[in-house]
């Protein structure tokens, strides 16, 4: 379990250096990441900054929200039933992270879901618009009963946005987790930059669905090599 525990913190860790480095958090880089430990009913949960995580930095909880191992701030405790209602919720979910990433941020301040503008979205498994968790102060109950209600009404979403906050995503794994910041951040930015010379517009479901299904057709396919003579 030792040696399990070590490789799940190493995971997070990767993950947050790879937001980091790709320029796609707030200027504070604050966020907070979590992955499920498989085969039981707690999971990890690191601090508010994903800059500079150490795999020791990550506590262990119960899905409860129970800190069973380590420590979190007062600060980072308040994010605590963010993550957890959504392994709750999602039973197939392994990874929550959540950031201030700016632009899908915006559509989150302007209380606005984020519909699927770009191919990026559509091939991370998301046609369907992002929606908005409505406001509550962090860590609230209320917060959590509106994170909650979101996740109800997009039942195959991948990720929400907090109103007046941030953006949570999730997905089976950190890997999945990762790409749904980059393709939310991605998207939110090519609508905001549309906007200001057109309106921007979102792909149909047939469209997302003609994207996708390109997207596993390749997938199937395999690595792709050449061949000597």
């Known amino acids: 379990m030792a040696s399990e525990l ?3 913190r190493e995971a997070v860790v990767q993950g947050a250096d790879a937001l980091v480095k790709a320029g796609v958090l707030s200027a504070s880089q604050h966020g907070n990441w ?18 500079g995580m150490r795999p020791q930095d990550l506590a ?12 979190l701030s007062a600060s980072s405790a308040e994010i605590i039933q963010m993550h957890a ?9 392994g990874s929550v ?7 899908s941020t915006a559509f989150a301040v302007a ?6 503008y770009s191919e990026a979205l559509a091939r991370s498994g998301s046609t369907e618009p992002v929606p908005v968790a409505k406001y509550g102060p962090r860590g609230s109950a209320q917060a959590i ?70 997207a596993r057709e390749f997938a199937a396919r395999g690595t792709v090599t050449g061949h000597q003579s």
């Open 145 to 214: 009963t509106n994170i909650v209600e979101a996740l109800h009404r997009s039942p195959g979403q991948q990720a929400v946005l907090l109103e007046n906050h941030g953006i949570l995503c999730f997905g089976p794994d950190v890997a999945t987790a990762q790409r749904m910041v980059f393709a939310l951040e991605e998207t939110a930015q090519l609508a905001i930059l549309a906007s200001a010379i057109g309106t921007p517009r979102a792909l149909t479901a047939e469209m997302g669905q003609q994207t996708q299904a390109r």
């Open 6 to 8: 070590q490789e799940l």
């Open 97 to 103: 992270v959540h950031t201030h990433s700016p632009y």
């Open 34 to 51: 979590s992955i499920r430990i498989p085969g039981t009913d707690r999971f990890l949960l690191s601090g508010s900054a994903l800059a």
């Open 85 to 93: 209602c959504v392994f709750r919720e999602r039973t197939g979910v």
């Open 111 to 116: 209380s606005r879901d984020l519909e699927c």
């Open 60 to 71: 262990v909880l119960t899905l409860d929200g129970e800190v069973v191992d380590g420590g």
